[in-house]
């Protein structure tokens, strides 16, 4: 019983993780859609703690980190004129806010 239930869980976990990192790596060079993105990644955090998928989480933090250094270095090459200062502040907010809930989530 454990067995066949296994079978059928199993693929679906991992078929629900490939859906959330695909929409993170889609959503991630599009403004508009930093607040969808952050939902996102919420989501995926409350996956992997509520299925134990330990690997995934780490996984899911490091393409996190990685996307945090792209628009990072997005910001310090684009020209400061280019820049609103607030969406750039706003930016930044939802990131740190992410790492924070990222951080309980690992405390947990």
Excluded: G
């Excluded at 959330?20 to 959503?27: A, G, K, Q």
């Excluded at 996102?40 to 992997?48: L, P, S």
């Excluded at 997005?74 to 990222?102: G, N, P, W």
Aim: charged share 30%; proline share 2%.
């Amino acid at each position: 019983a454990e067995r066949a239930q296994r079978e059928l869980v199993v693929p679906w976990v991992r078929h629900a993780w490939d859906i959330f990192r695909n929409t993170l790596d889609t959503l991630r060079n599009i403004p508009r859609m930093e607040a969808c993105y952050q939902w996102v990644a919420f989501k995926a955090f409350e996956f992997c703690v509520s299925f134990n998928r330990t690997t995934e989480f780490r996984k899911l933090c490091d393409t996190m980190r990685k996307h945090l250094n792209h628009w990072r270095n997005d910001i310090q090459k684009a020209d400061q004129a280019e820049q609103d200062s607030k969406s750039v502040l706003s930016t930044l907010e939802r990131h740190m806010r992410t790492r924070f809930r990222q951080l309980q989530h690992c405390a947990e």
